[in-house]
């Protein structure tokens, strides 16, 4: 089988196919940082959705996500961002943690896998 990596740097690549599947590196809001957990999320959602066009899939196709808020308190801002994104009846297994993120302007970090037809 073969691997498709998709953005790859020196460090990690933003996504890797294989296997039917795409994985996605933990996205963080490359245009919003510092900005409210909304706009980050906007932002880390914007960039997914080019990553899972690139690897030939979409949302509708989501199967697993990780998401990482640097304060739980954020879990509601987030949340109505992702609600208006994610496919009714496609919606993916989910995960969401409090968790030390990167940097203290980053807010929210999201990770997602698809099926890749």
């Known amino acids: ?7 790859c740097g020196s460090r990690m690549s933003q ?3 294989h296997g039917g599947l795409v994985y996605t590196a933990g996205q963080v809001a490359q245009n919003a940082a ?36 640097s304060d739980i308190s954020d879990f509601s801002s987030m949340n109505e961002v992702w609600d208006a994104w ?7 297994t989910r995960a969401c943690v409090e968790s030390k993120l990167a940097a203290p302007q980053i ?3 999201i990770a997602v896998t698809a099926v890749v037809d």
Do not use: F, Y
Request: overall charge negative.
């Open 1 to 7: 089988m073969s691997i498709k990596r998709i953005k």
């Open 15 to 17: 996504a890797v196919v």
């Open 34 to 69: 510092g900005e409210s957990a909304t706009k980050q999320t906007e932002d880390i959602l914007k960039s997914i959705d080019i990553l899972l066009a690139e690897a030939g899939t979409d949302k509708s196709k989501l199967i697993s996500a990780n998401i990482w808020l």
């Open 86 to 92: 994610v496919v009714e009846g496609a919606t993916p």
């Open 107 to 109: 807010t929210v970090e």
